[in-house]
Structure formats: C-alpha cells, structure tokens
C-alpha cells in the first residue's frame, strides 16, 4: 500500500512537471506569434503609407511606362496588344 501512494505520488510530481513545460513552451511559442504579428503589422502600415502617400503618383508612373513601351513597341513595328491569329 505504501508503494501505491508512493508510485502515485512521483506519476503526479511527473505529471506536473510535463504541465508545468507545456505551459512553458506554448507561452513562448504565443510569445514568438505576437512578435511576428507585430512585425507583420508594422510592414503593412509602411505599405499603406507608400500606397496612401504616393499612390497617385505611382498611378502616373505605371502609366508612364505603358506609354513608353507602346511608343518603343510602334517605333518597331509590333503592336503589343494584337493577338496572333493561325490561317486556317
């Protein structure tokens, strides 16, 4: 009998110890989401600030370009917009 109470006794001292490591690891793994979030926030405020602040002006610059490769692509002779059709 006095086996059986310590047996019991050390499984539960086991038992909390296993608890105790859990509670560790999965505090440190919240630990570790939190700080990833954040830093995932922080990148999408710069991304919307870039966007906000100079959206238009990104708009225009796209723009731009596009022209600039029709312009280039007519100098050559090849439409950049015309699909190739096959003689049937």
Not at 19 to 39: C, D, G, L, N, P
Not at 55 to 81: C, F, H, K
């Amino acid at each position: 009998m006095v086996l059986g109470i310590v047996w019991i006794s050390k499984q539960k001292k086991l038992e909390e110890k296993r608890i105790s490591a859990t509670a560790e690891a999965s505090s440190e793994k919240a630990a570790q989401y939190v700080s990833h979030v954040a830093e995932l926030e922080q990148r999408v405020q710069v991304l919307e600030r870039i966007i906000t602040d100079r959206g238009y002006d990104i708009a225009t610059q796209i723009e731009a370009l596009r022209d600039q490769r029709e312009v280039e692509a007519s100098d050559r002779g090849t439409p950049l917009n015309i699909s190739k059709k096959e003689n049937v």
